[in-house]
């Protein structure tokens, strides 16, 4: 066992290491979990547009869909067909728990490895589906690939990725999970001309990404953290020297050790939680995750065909419009990748906060003012209304969107952390599948009032993050406690009780360093 020596903590900076290449290329083989979870996200919409997939799944809205004075608002108001985009999302909400238990027990690396295999067992019971149970089941199957996913890659990353790069490769995880919403829109968009089977083909090609991950993942190393975690401290430390590029890791090591020492006290992390100095991380990593759903993202994304229709385009020129939200979506992460590192996590919330707002009240405006229950509006306030989304759209994806999944991961401590960012994960799974469930039918009965509705979220969230967020950037992922929450003006009030009292771990290896010296 490599022995553990204490030294005192001198801050992130004082960690020597390099960007390797094994961190890049791991966490960018990792990342193809969020082009998984992107692929369904765009891929959803798309399907449920095709004449072909509602003529034999769902007869009622294709009927619906086709009269000629039907309301332009509720033509897709069905609960099955909401059923099918949300049960994935309901799976994942209940295998986020297990992925937490298999990420402490089996380590983040063979979770993703499950991810893949469920997400391709999923795609196969949906390209091949031949009745509405087997479509929904393959979806639960599907939902569990996010739920393991989710749970792991965020993790993985956060743990192997030096302080100072973490936000920008973190962020390769919603990167890619705007890349996958881009290649589904565009496998839609030629699909869609194929009359009979351009369903199976859209849904198919989520084995890609998934047959990726799971092979990739047997090439990439478990991260440190987990390895020590489990009881692996020379592999630990053989794979800390590997991945920072440096000999001199001693420090970290430590402080790496003395927090698995301290996690493995706690024998139930999920009680743990409830902790008076645990509620500051669970409740700004659930909250992250509450907003970055009512921002009304997943509105754009799952339904951007069914919407870009119902303001009148035609079905080519909608799916072609969800093609450019999508290129928007992912040339905007580029500038979360480079900048969250450099501006901070905090000035890029607030700042799309502001510019989200702008779009989702003058879209609000200009539909209420035009778009009635069965008239067209005209093609110049179409184009306009996808101008604004666009502007929505950039500002979600270089600060909600990539930030809702990087700042729960890097927050909690090492005892709390699967724990914790299992409930940040849940809370995303359970408000996207109230949105997507509830979405067509909102937009039936409050009409254009949906984007108002969510506009008075974005409101909320960016007085959250101006008030309530701590600043992350540059901050050891094990030092978050001492350097962040403990400084902060409001949730510094939550450790006073425990100001004083110091790890047993760090007083067992200062003695154990008294003893080599004596």
């Known amino acids: 066992m490599a022995p553990p020596v204490f030294v005192d903590e001198k801050g992130g900076d004082s960690f020597p290491s390099k960007l390797t ?41 294709y009927e619906k869909k086709h009269r000629a004075k039907e309301d332009n608002y509720c033509k897709y108001d069905n609960q099955m067909l909401q059923l099918f985009t949300s049960s994935l999302y309901l799976a994942a909400v209940v295998c986020s728990f297990f992925a937490s238990f298999c990420c402490k027990k089996f380590g983040r690396k063979r979770t993703m490895q499950m991810a893949a295999a469920f997400f391709f067992v999923g795609v196969i019971l949906n390209a091949a589906a031949v009745n509405l149970p ?69 849904l198919g090609g989520a084995a890609f990404p998934a047959i990726f991950l799971g092979l990739g993942s047997l090439l990439i190393v478990e991260t ?9 401290t020379d592999e630990g430390l053989r794979v800390l020297k590997k991945i920072r590029g440096v000999e001199d890791v001693q420090e970290e090591y430590t402080a790496i050790f003395r927090a698995t020492e301290a996690a493995k006290k706690i024998e139930n992390p999920f009680k743990n939680l409830l902790k008076r100095s645990s509620i500051p991380q669970l409740f700004c990593g659930t909250m992250l995750q509450v907003f970055q ?102 500002g979600f ?23 914790g960012f299992f409930f940040a994960v849940s809370m995303n799974m359970i408000c996207t599948f109230i949105i997507a469930q509830a979405f067509l039918t909102m937009l039936c ?39 962040v929450w403990k400084k ?19 007083k067992e290896l200062k003695l154990q360093v008294t003893k080599d010296e004596v």
């Open 134 to 202: 087997m479509l929904i089941v393959g979806r639960l199957c599907l939902g569990a690939g996010v739920g393991f996913g989710n749970q792991a890659v965020p993790l993985f990353i956060s743990e192997i990725a030096p302080a100072r790069y973490r936000g920008g490769l973190n962020i390769c995880f919603q990167m890619l999970i705007t890349v996958g919403i881009l290649i589904a829109n565009l496998v839609n968009y030629f699909t869609s001309k194929m009359l009979t089977y351009g369903w199976r083909i859209s």
């Open 488 to 506: 902060h003006w409001f949730w510094h009030r939550f450790f006073t009780d425990e100001e004083g009292d110091q790890s047993c771990v760090e």
């Open 293 to 394: 759903q009512f921002t009304g993202i997943n509105v754009i994304m799952f339904y951007a065909p069914v919407l870009f229709q119902t303001i009148g385009l035609g079905s080519d020129a909608s799916l072609l419009s969800a093609v450019v939200t999508g290129s928007v979506n992912s040339g905007s992460t580029l500038v979360a990748i480079f900048g969250v590192d450099r501006f901070g996590r905090r000035a890029l919330l607030i700042e799309a906060a502001i510019q989200m707002l702008v779009s989702q009240c003058i879209t609000g405006v200009i539909l209420a003012s035009q778009l009635g229950s069965t008239n067209a509006i005209s093609k110049l306030y179409a184009y306009i209304v996808m101008a604004l989304i666009c502007v929505f759209v950039s």
């Open 21 to 61: 290449k094994q961190v890049v290329v791991c966490s960018i083989i990792a990342a193809f979990g969020g082009l998984m979870f992107g692929y369904d996200i765009g891929i959803s919409g798309g399907v449920t547009s095709m004449d072909s997939f509602l003529l034999k799944f769902f007869p009622v809205v």
């Open 445 to 483: 009965h409050m009409r254009s009032g949906i984007f108002f509705f969510f506009a008075a979220w974005i409101v909320v969230m960016g007085c959250f993050a101006k008030f309530l967020l701590p600043e992350t950037k540059g901050v050891p992922i094990d030092e978050m406690n001492e350097r």
């Open 397 to 419: 994806a270089w600060s909600w969107g990539p930030l809702g999944w990087l700042i729960p991961s890097e927050i909690f401590p090492l005892e709390t952390r699967t724990a």
């Open 224 to 232: 440190p953290t987990s390895l020590i975690e489990r009881g692996n």
